[in-house]
């Protein structure tokens, strides 16, 4: 950060007429959090940060705080705003966001940021020459909140069928408007279409660098529940919000991108396109009145210079080698990685066999029951078109330990040359055990409890995620499992669709 950038954000943010400017954060139950600056004060508190407890991070979706060395009542980190992020918020008129770097007194990223973790993920990745393009593709419930004699439920606003025309009918207005501020953030949206589950909705936007796409994810959550709040409605992201129709899922598209061999050596390279320096890096000439920050450029499409390494024309599915070792880390450590992925009890209700959640430790060509997919690619653009799809994803994952996690597990594979062995190209529920054994299929974590302890198993991931950083995060989810083990499923499912 620096004067010019908080000039930069001070005049949008006086264009824009904002009174208040959000610095949010995602905190390791999921929720985003975060505080807010008046617009006189915003350039001193730019520099400076603002204020926040430790304890925030041993904080679980709940408000439940836990026992977390380093996260009690003693200590404060700063909530750093990044003003390459910078938004005015179309469904909160006189209000602007930034997304936030948790960072220490001394001005070095904070053990337990989860942007932090993200970044030192795209550091590790630009250090093999590779630039992670990533997007998240949402679902969600669209609902009216009523209150009844049991209690508060969420109505859908719609009985429609999947892609039903009635579908896009009934929630025009809302999808209308949801479409203006999405775009109005700077966010091109792709694809939207009423999904299967009554009042499910589904609206796709296209993809970014990994921190960019991270971000995105974040604004996206807040852009669906802030215009439906305005339309006196309720958006939950939730895995299963209602236990009686399909599940939300949040499937994570991503590619690997490098500078070609014949490009201008002095062009920009891999590292330019995500985030430049280590997250760790003490440079002093990166530093505002003690913190030290690295600087994004992003930028939504690939350089011409730059060529999707996940892309093999001579393959019978477009993949390179590189591509499989990269999904052969994602198998290999997806038992511990839906931890991170699909970070609620909730989760694991829509994680369930044929119900197109992927539930099986598989890959497969445009196998929607597998928990990665090989999309089939766009016509005219075969290159830029191939990726991989991460279906074992929701909304209820922090993006940023999500992608960071993903990108840790794809580099061991390709550093490790794993082999994903052969795609299961037929739902895997219908291979007997013998078979599904016989081709490396297990069943994924069927719980968030089993799914923490294959990521406490978990060797590289644990080691990835670092002390601090990994013991707050297993304590805030256990202690979400403790919580809801005493409550019923309608509470459990309430309690996610009002929060996510």
């Known amino acids: 950060m620096d004067v010019e950038a908080i000039s930069r954000v001070v005049e949008q943010a006086n264009d824009a007429g904002a009174e208040l400017i959000r610095f949010l954060?995602?905190?390791?139950?999921?929720?985003?959090?975060?505080?807010?600056?008046?617009?006189?004060t915003l350039a001193r508190r730019m520099a400076s940060g603002i204020g926040l407890t430790v304890a925030m991070q041993a904080m679980n979706m709940l408000d439940e705080l836990q026992p977390v060395d380093g996260m009690g009542p003693v200590g404060e980190v700063r909530i750093v705003p990044d003003p390459d992020s910078y938004v005015n918020l179309p469904f909160s008129p006189g209000a602007a966001a930034?997304?936030?770097?948790?960072?220490?007194?001394?001005?070095?990223?904070?053990?337990?940021?989860?942007?932090?973790?993200l970044r030192s993920a795209i550091t590790e990745a630009a250090r093999d020459?590779?630039?992670?393009?990533?997007?998240?593709?949402?679902?969600?419930?669209?609902?009216?909140?009523?209150?009844?004699?049991?209690?508060?439920?969420?109505?859908?606003?719609?009985?429609?069928?999947?892609?039903?025309?009635?579908?896009?009918?009934?929630?025009?207005?809302?999808?209308?408007?949801?479409?203006?501020?999405?775009?109005?953030?700077?966010?091109?949206?792709?694809?939207?279409?009423?999904?299967?589950g009554h009042g499910q909705q589904e609206l796709s936007i296209?993809?970014?660098?990994?921190?960019?796409?991270?971000?995105?994810?974040?604004?996206?959550?807040?852009?669906?529940?802030?215009?439906?709040?305005?339309?006196?409605?309720?958006?939950?992201?939730?895995?299963?919000?209602?236990?009686?129709?399909?599940?939300?899922?949040?499937?994570?598209?991503?590619?690997?991108?490098?500078?070609?061999?014949?490009?201008?050596?002095?062009?920009?390279?891999?590292?330019?396109?995500?985030?430049?320096?280590?997250?760790?890096?003490g440079d002093p000439a990166d530093r505002v009145e003690g913190v030290s920050?690295?600087?994004p450029v992003i930028s939504d499409v690939p350089r011409p210079n730059e060529r999707n390494v996940f892309y093999d024309a001579g393959d019978r599915y477009g993949l390179s080698q590189l591509a499989y070792h990269f999904i052969g880390g994602i198998l290999q450590h997806l038992p511990a990685l839906v931890a991170l992925t699909c970070g609620s009890v909730n989760s694991y209700r829509r994680l369930q066999p044929q119900h197109w959640s992927s539930a099986f430790v598989c890959y497969g060509n445009d196998n929607r029951e597998a928990a990665i997919r090989i999309p089939s690619r766009m016509w005219g653009d075969d290159e830029g078109s191939a990726n991989l799809e991460l279906k074992a994803s929701d909304s209820t994952g922090n993006p940023y330990l999500a992608l960071g996690g993903l990108i840790h597990a794809g580099l061991d594979g390709i550093r490790r040359k794993l082999d994903p062995g052969e795609p299961v190209n037929?739902?895997?529920?219908?291979?007997?055990?013998?078979e599904r054994r016989s081709r490396g299929v297990a069943r994924l974590?069927?719980?968030?409890?089993?799914?923490?302890?294959?990521?406490?198993?978990?060797?590289?991931?644990?080691?990835?995620?670092?002390?601090?950083?990994?013991?707050?995060?297993?304590?805030?989810?256990?202690?979400?499992?403790?919580?809801?083990?005493?409550?019923?499923?309608?509470?459990?499912?309430?309690?996610?669709a009002l929060r996510f």
């Not at 770097?101 to 940021?113: K, N, S």
């Not at 719609?158 to 109005?184: K, M």
């Not at 037929?426 to 013998?434: N, Q, W």
């Open 445 to 496: 974590p069927t719980s968030l409890a089993v799914a923490l302890d294959e990521l406490e198993r978990d060797e590289m991931l644990m080691e990835a995620l670092g002390p601090l950083r990994r013991t707050a995060y297993l304590a805030v989810k256990r202690s979400e499992i403790a919580s809801f083990s005493a409550h019923d499923a309608a509470y459990e499912c309430l309690q996610h």
């Open 98 to 117: 930034m997304m936030s770097d948790l960072i220490g007194l001394d001005g070095r990223p904070w053990a337990a940021c989860p942007r932090s973790f």
């Open 293 to 295: 920050m690295a600087r």
């Open 25 to 40: 954060y995602v905190d390791h139950g999921g929720v985003v959090r975060g505080k807010a600056t008046s617009r006189s």
């Open 206 to 281: 296209r993809h970014a660098p990994a921190l960019a796409a991270a971000d995105r994810q974040v604004w996206y959550r807040e852009t669906a529940r802030g215009v439906a709040w305005r339309h006196g409605l309720w958006a939950s992201l939730a895995p299963k919000p209602l236990p009686d129709q399909a599940g939300n899922g949040a499937h994570c598209h991503f590619s690997a991108w490098t500078a070609a061999a014949d490009s201008d050596p002095g062009a920009a390279g891999p590292a330019d396109a995500g985030y430049t320096g280590s997250p760790d890096d």
């Open 129 to 196: 020459g590779l630039v992670l393009q990533a997007a998240f593709e949402p679902e969600f419930l669209l609902a009216r909140r009523e209150t009844g004699p049991d209690g508060d439920r969420l109505v859908p606003v719609d009985e429609s069928l999947c892609f039903s025309t009635t579908g896009f009918a009934l929630a025009h207005d809302f999808a209308i408007d949801f479409v203006r501020a999405i775009q109005a953030q700077g966010m091109a949206v792709e694809l939207y279409h009423p999904e299967l």
């Open 426 to 434: 037929v739902d895997p529920a219908t291979l007997s055990e013998k």
